[in-house]
């Protein structure tokens, strides 16, 4: 499941930077409200992406701080481990 999600997050990082924020942004809602381990790991990288994208919009900080409430103990770990602001 990690190399998906790292997959995942290197197409979404490629120079075409495929997807707009607000579709980003419903599929990672939906993912994340999934609350199941693989959805919620691919939640985070869509939130990662999508944040930096935004430069951290309130939308995505909401979701990030949903996926740190995660059910599933990694999916929390990986949120947390995202960094908003250095």
Not at 56 to 67: F, G, I, T, V, Y
Not at 73 to 81: K, M
């Amino acid at each position: 499941m990690v190399s998906t999600a790292e997959s995942l997050e290197d197409r979404l990082d490629s120079a075409a930077r495929p997807g707009d924020p607000d579709s980003l942004l419903a599929q990672a809602g939906l993912l994340c409200g999934d609350g199941s381990h693989a959805e919620g790991l691919l939640a985070v990288t869509v939130a990662e992406v999508g944040g930096r994208r935004t430069d951290w919009a309130d939308p995505w900080r909401e979701l990030l701080k949903q996926l740190r409430r995660h059910p599933v103990q990694d999916v929390r770990d990986a949120a947390c481990a995202v960094v908003t602001a250095y």
